[in-house]
């Protein structure tokens, strides 16, 4: 009999995850039409991530409005063709025992970039010559000014429409099919530059204080546990931003907390990305921070980041690190990594395979 604590079922709400090794958001620049809207790649994709045995496969960062895009090729859920099409994805997911999470986002001043790929030499701004557009943000100081563009400080009015979105958008991914959303609050996108004292420098009610800059984050899971209260909600936290004076654990520790208090039901912590940082990257090298917001907050929690074998991923669960544990390269390296890591593990793992592939579990 196996002992493994990440094979092990986990229930938030009403949904029970077969498992607690779940599959990170990936965006994969792939809406070619540049109309957001899910393609046959993203199908194929996230199939097969569910049926390599996770728990939970997320979308990669789905904007709420064609601007919330990092890239004109993102995905995004502001219109029904956009439901349709990941009614498909959202199926396939659950037909093979994987739970379908989106997560929701608007990217503000990382918005409008080059796709890393596709596109050589180029990086930074798409220029609005080109299908690119102006960006948005809580104060007009651009990400990287080598790069980026410098965006425009939003009104009060364009914020309250870009809740109204995010509202939308959870009212669409809920009727697609969509059992669980993420806010992207982490990776330096619209919600983090919020949050964070480095990209926020608004003299209003959305600045200054952290309570002031966590009201975006917190009227969002207001809207969204009333239009879509059926669905569990995880937020996705950077936990630092690797810089003096920048946001750190403790404030992520604290505004998780009002943030379980709103509704939300679980933490995704992640590092990084609102600037530029010498980030000591190594195996695990996150998963302190995630043990850190769990303790502190006493929040449920996933770590992710460069867990890459079995016994790591198995002990952060079992030491109480962490309640979860995300992949995303991994993931993309050998999709059924879950499956592997089980048999790794001495887990039982015939549930987590696809009946067509059973007569391969066996020599
Ligand atoms: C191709 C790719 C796309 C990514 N896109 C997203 C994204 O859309 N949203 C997000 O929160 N993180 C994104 N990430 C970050 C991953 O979710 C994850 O946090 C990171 O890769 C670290 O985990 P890993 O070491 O297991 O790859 C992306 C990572 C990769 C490799």
Redesign the pocket.
């Known amino acids: 009999m196996s002992s493994s604590k990440l094979f092990t079922p986990l229930t938030l709400g009403d949904l029970t995850f077969r498992n607690r090794l779940w599959i990170?958001?990936?965006?994969q620049y792939s809406a070619l039409r540049r109309d957001g809207v899910p393609t046959d790649w993203h199908l194929a994709h996230l199939g097969q991530l569910a049926a390599g045995g996770t728990g939970l496969v997320i979308t990669?960062?789905t904007a709420v409005n064609p601007d919330g895009r990092i890239s004109p090729e993102d995905v995004g859920i502001w219109n029904d063709e956009q439901v349709a099409a990941w009614s498909r994805i959202t199926a396939l997911v659950a037909s093979q025992g994987a739970v379908p999470g989106m997560?929701l986002?608007h990217a503000g001043r990382k918005a409008s970039t080059f796709a890393p790929w596709g596109f050589p030499g180029r990086r930074g701004t798409v220029p609005v010559s080109e299908g690119g557009w102006v960006t948005v943000a809580p104060s007009a100081i651009p990400y990287e000014p080598k790069h980026h563009s410098t965006p425009v400080a939003l009104s009060v009015d364009e914020i309250d429409a870009i809740v109204a979105d995010f509202r939308a958008g959870a009212e669409r991914a809920a009727r697609a099919g969509f059992r669980l959303l993420e806010l992207?609050g982490?990776?330096g996108y619209l919600i983090h530059q919020f949050l964070s004292p480095a990209s926020n420098h608004r003299t209003d009610e959305y600045g200054g204080s952290l309570a002031n800059r966590a009201r975006l984050l917190l009227r969002l899971i207001d809207e969204i546990k009333e239009v879509a209260p059926e669905l569990v909600l995880f937020v996705?936290f950077s936990a630092t931003d690797w810089v003096p004076g920048g946001w750190d654990e403790a404030d992520t520790a604290t505004v998780a907390r009002w943030a379980a208090d709103a509704g939300a039901d679980f933490f995704d912590i992640?590092t990084g990305g609102n600037l530029h940082a010498d980030i000591p990257v190594a195996p695990g090298y996150q998963v302190p921070f995630a043990q850190y917001v769990r303790q502190a907050a006493g929040v449920p929690v996933g770590a992710?980041?460069?867990?890459?074998d079995a016994e790591h991923a198995e002990h952060i669960v079992a030491s109480g690190q962490a309640d979860a544990v995300?992949?995303?390269?991994?993931a993309?390296r050998d999709p059924h990594t879950p499956i592997r890591w089980a048999r790794e593990l001495g887990a039982p793992d015939e549930e987590f395979w696809a009946p067509q592939y059973l007569r391969a579990r066996t020599a």
Not at 24 to 27: E, L, R, Y
Not at 304 to 308: D, E, P, R, S
Not at 326 to 330: D, H, K, L, Q
Request: aromatic content about 4%.
């Open positions: 990170a958001a990936m965006c990669e960062a997560q986002s992207h982490a990776h996705r992640s992710v980041g460069l867990i890459t995300f992949i995303a390269r991994e993309l």
